[in-house]
């Protein structure tokens, strides 16, 4: 799931979270809270980037609970995207593959400026004493 802290929000009527600023990129794969126990699972998401992951996955259930699956499901390290694509990288028959960590150090990302005016922090500071101790 991928969540735009822009769009959270409260339903006007219910007063519960609003969905809206929720992306589910798995909806093929129920949550095991909710919806039953899934067939197939992801574990360990490592973003790329907002539209790339690396995960473990498994084709087979999860195993314990309400599944019903008694042996260990085996998991493999996948490229994943937000469209759906799934790409084998790693996978060894006799141990799960969990946390996939990139080994080779990415660039950082570039500063974001902030959006704050300085013109309203000073205002606040003339009201608020602990805004002016600050």
């Known amino acids: 799931m991928i969540v735009d802290p822009r769009r959270v929000a409260l339903e006007p009527v219910t007063g519960e979270d609003s969905l809206d600023a929720v992306e589910r990129l798995t909806p093929e794969v129920c949550f095991a809270e909710a919806d039953g126990w899934p067939k197939s699972y ?9 539209d790339h992951y690396l995960v473990a996955f498994s084709f087979d259930p999860l195993p314990g609970m309400s599944s019903g699956e008694s042996r260990d499901t085996r998991t493999g390290l996948y490229y994943f995207d ?11 028959p006799e141990a799960s593959a969990m946390y996939p960590i990139p080994l080779t150090p990415r660039p950082v990302p570039p500063q974001v ?3 704050l005016d300085p013109a309203l922090a000073r205002k606040a500071s003339s009201w608020c004493r602990t805004c002016a101790a600050a």
């Open 82 to 92: 937000r469209w759906g694509n799934l790409e084998l990288l790693y996978r060894d």
């Open 42 to 50: 992801f574990h360990s998401p490592w973003p790329l980037s907002e």
């Open 113 to 115: 400026p902030g959006t």
